[in-house]
């Protein structure tokens, strides 16, 4: 279950440039590394060995996702990362049902209309994050209407959490269609 938290956009920035700038050192010598050792133990003398230094890049790329997957993605200094990943993951499976999204907000079901209301949230945190004030000023109106219909119809708004059941509710509009 998604939380959207409260973060300091530019702690936030630095964090995953850091990060980022991590994760290409490394897959940079990984590369190095193993196309040089392809080259080395499989390589012609004066041939061609663009196969090798293709295939060392490949298994570079193969390692850093793992490495990135299964032993950094919890380290501290991926959190930022992690967490702007899965806050842009949340928004994106939203989106992916933003038709049936639109149909239940229209008639005002409850679990579009929080559904709705999260993904206005995230989406502010987002663009708050990223820098994107143009993007936050166009949300903003759209954002403070929902806001409104909701409260006219008794439902909480401070909804930083994602419930999975509006997201299952919703996706089920289409299938009443």
């Not at 390589?43 to 061609?48: A, K, P, R, T, V």
């Not at 038709?99 to 559904?115: R, S, T």
């Not at 206005?120 to 759209?142: I, P």
């Amino acid at each position: 279950m998604f939380v959207i938290e409260r973060r300091d956009p530019l702690s936030y920035r630095r964090e995953t440039r850091h990060s980022t700038i991590r994760l290409i050192i490394l897959f940079a010598v990984l590369g190095m590394a193993f196309s040089t050792g392809l080259v080395m133990v499989f390589g012609e003398s004066g041939g061609s060995n663009f196969r090798w230094n293709l295939l060392g890049v490949v298994l570079a790329l193969l390692l850093t996702v793992m490495l990135v997957r299964h032993l950094f993605w919890q380290q501290p200094w991926m959190r930022s990362a992690a967490y702007g990943w899965q806050l842009k993951r949340c928004m994106l499976r939203i989106t992916n049902c933003q038709h049936q999204l639109k149909a239940g907000v229209a008639q005002q079901l409850p679990a579009a209309m929080q559904l709705q209301r999260f993904y206005h949230l995230g989406l502010t945190e987002m663009y708050r994050l990223d820098g994107n004030q143009e993007a936050l000023d166009t949300l903003a109106a759209e954002k403070l209407a929902h806001e409104q219909q909701m409260q006219n119809m008794g439902l909480e708004v401070d909804l930083y959490q994602l419930d999975p059941a509006w997201l299952a509710e919703v996706q089920q509009i289409k299938a009443s269609r």
